[in-house]
C-alpha cells in the first residue's frame, strides 16, 4: 500500500493527511506516489480527483467560518465596551 503524503507548499510542513499546515495555515497539497517529490497535480499529468477538490473546498470553507466566527465574538466585545464606556460616561456627567 502507497503511503500518501502531504507537504505545505509555503514552509514544507509534512503530513500523512490532508489537511491545514499549522504552521502557516495553508493547505496541505498532495505529492505524487512516482517519488519525484513533485506535487502530483503537478506531476505524471495527474490532475487532482474529484475528493481532493471536494476536500479543499471544505476546508476553505470552514477556515473561513471560523474567521468570520472570530470576527464576530471582536465585534460583540467591543460594542460591550463601547456600551460600558457610554455608561460611565453618564453617570460621570
Do not use: H
Request: include cysteine.
Amino acid at each position: 500500500m502507497v503511503e500518501e503524503k502531504f507537504v505545505c507548499p509555503v514552509c514544507g510542513f509534512e503530513s500523512n493527511g490532508n489537511g491545514l499546515c499549522p504552521t502557516c495555515d495553508e493547505n496541505l497539497r498532495k505529492v505524487c506516489y512516482c517519488g519525484s517529490g513533485k506535487f502530483s497535480s503537478d506531476c505524471c499529468g495527474s490532475k487532482e480527483s474529484e475528493t481532493e477538490k471536494v476536500e479543499e473546498e471544505i476546508i476553505k470553507a470552514e477556515v473561513s467560518g471560523e474567521a468570520l466566527s472570530e470576527k464576530a465574538n471582536e465585534d460583540v466585545k467591543k460594542q460591550k465596551e463601547e456600551d460600558d464606556l457610554a455608561n460611565i460616561e453618564e453617570v460621570t456627567d
